[in-house]
């Protein structure tokens, strides 16, 4: 599957298992490990794992597999490495002490070393 198809289940599952406030980050040419991360947030670690695995679940059925998963029960943020795109469930608490949009959508310089 292309990055844009792996985004589209994520969004998609994550919006039928009820997660909050997704928001999608094309990260291209910010970073070289990933095109996109997708933010979530959960009502519980319960509700973050499972929000995970859902999106494991569908993606399987198109034999795509996780490169790895991060967090479990009782964590307040859950990492899912699909590749290409990056799903981050957090609790409202991380989502909010993280800041993650804020910190990935500074711009960076155009040639390193050189203030612009």
């Known amino acids: 599957m292309q990055a844009e198809e792996i985004l589209n289940v994520v969004r ?17 040419g910010k970073t070289s ?6 933010l979530v947030t959960g009502t519980s670690d319960r509700h973050l794992k ?3 695995d ?5 993606l399987a059925e198109s034999g795509v597999k996780p490169l790895g998963i991060e ?9 899912l490495d699909l590749g290409d795109v990056i799903v981050h469930a957090m609790t409202a608490q991380s989502r909010e002490f993280y ?16 203030a612009v």
């Open 12 to 28: 998609t599952v994550l919006d039928e298992k009820k997660g909050k406030y997704i928001t999608t980050l094309d990260v291209r």
């Open 99 to 114: 800041q993650l949009e804020k910190l990935w959508s500074v711009d960076q310089p155009k040639e390193a070393g050189k």
């Open 54 to 58: 859902y999106v494991v679940e569908k």
């Open 33 to 38: 490990f990933t095109d996109y991360m997708v």
């Open 50 to 52: 499972a929000l995970c």
């Open 71 to 79: 967090g479990d029960l009782g964590s307040d943020w859950v990492l």
